[in-house]
């Protein structure tokens, strides 16, 4: 048998075998690589060259590099993979984590923007996604997420006084797609016949945001790669230019970290293999809080982005009612609940709202009573007796907005081929996708790429766990605390 000799493995050029290397861009650099293998392949068979059959590139030409892997990022990548464009994306933890999977899953249509009694920015700019998410929850518009897990198709709206007549109509009046429905004594669920004020009906459904990762991320597995901040280096022109990204191997002591962080992944021995080069026409950062580093390592500010914490309440119980809604005081919502099922089979409520950002500044135990005693005066008839209780903190990142108030819509930093993106609300997330691809300049759609060129054994990132299953510390009813009698904060 001929001996045909070790494989040749193409390198970057480097200054040592470039000649005057900066004079030359990543482009250039890349095109003589192609070149090479051009003439590797035309030569195979017939020359001398044939002694080097095999070909391992460490570089990988792309359209798109993505850095993030919750909702905004995975919804954009399904779409450029649909688009036939060659992209990939890069998540350093598990999927979801932060905001994604702490999120609630309420498809807001823009009915919350309106209980001042004005037709806000951000209710028009909202109002079109519950029938986007209901098209695409339906298999009926892409991407397909009829495997999705829905928590339900629609939420309850209530106060502890009587509504105004002008509930019913807020939706019709300002144009909105989830316009309230008023739900008569008899219709109401159990725990809200105790509420004296009118009880109403909106169509916004609750999805379970674990669940839109693991479609997402199974639709496009071959696509998602697992990597170490510390091994990732950005080569730029300029900032926020970026030429080429060197991505060194996982090594397995890294599995310390995901195991800490409650997700086992066991690395292969290929994790530790050939570093890979990516050479992208665009790099995508929709890593939420993350951003900031992604945007400090391609030498650009770090100002561009505000975080808004929240500090989210969770009980759970087996006696506990599946229910989601949201409690309604003026233009305040006081309390949005929503509701899951735990790996023990429990029900657990998410509460949220304004007790959530009056308990920013509370610590757990403070938080805790209040929001019993508020949920007390928001449902006369609960019984929270054999419920147990926990908080959890997450930040919401955005783009920095004057006064760090709430934006209004999606927001999009472009600065050289690097966009930072922030969806503001799950719900937005089918708009800034289409943005996105707007403005990488995706006009026409080509036939999806089987392969973007990728190693098959590099290692993929896990899916998140919920705050809820990884919650540490829980307490009973009685534990909680003596009521607090003084108005909340």
Known sequence: MQNHGPPLILQPIGPEDAGDSSSR???EQLERLRLVEQVFNLLGGTGRLTTYPTIRRTFVDLDVVIFGGGAAGLWLLDELTRCGQRAVLLEANALGTGQTVAAQGIIHGGLKYTLQGLLTNSATSIREMPAIWRECLNGKREPNLSALRRRSDECFLWRTESLSSRLGMLGAQFGLRVAPQTVSKDDRPEILRGCPGTVARLPEQVISTVSLIEVLAARNRERLL???PARVAFECERPGAVESIRIDGLHPELSGTALAAGFV???????????????PRAVVFTAGAGNSNLRRSVGLTTEAM???PLHMIMLRSERLPMFQGHCVDGAKTRVTITSEVDSEGRTVWQVGGQIAEDGVAWDERTLLTRAREELRAVLPNIDLSSVEWSTYRVD????????????ESVQIRREGNCLTAWPTKLALVPQLSAELCRQIGIADCKS?????????????PTVALPPWETATRWLADRDVGPAIRSKAA
């Open 396 to 407: 919401r990142a955005e783009g920095i907005i004057p006064g760090g108030k709430r934006p």
């Open 306 to 308: 505000q975080r808004r």
């Open 265 to 279: 992944q066991t690395f292969p021995p290929a994790a530790s293999a050939v570093p890979l080069t990516l050479w």
């Open 448 to 460: 999806p790429i089987d392969s973007v060129g990728v190693p098959r054994d590099w290692p993929r």
């Open 226 to 228: 697992m990597v170490d």
């Open 25 to 27: 861009s990543a482009a």
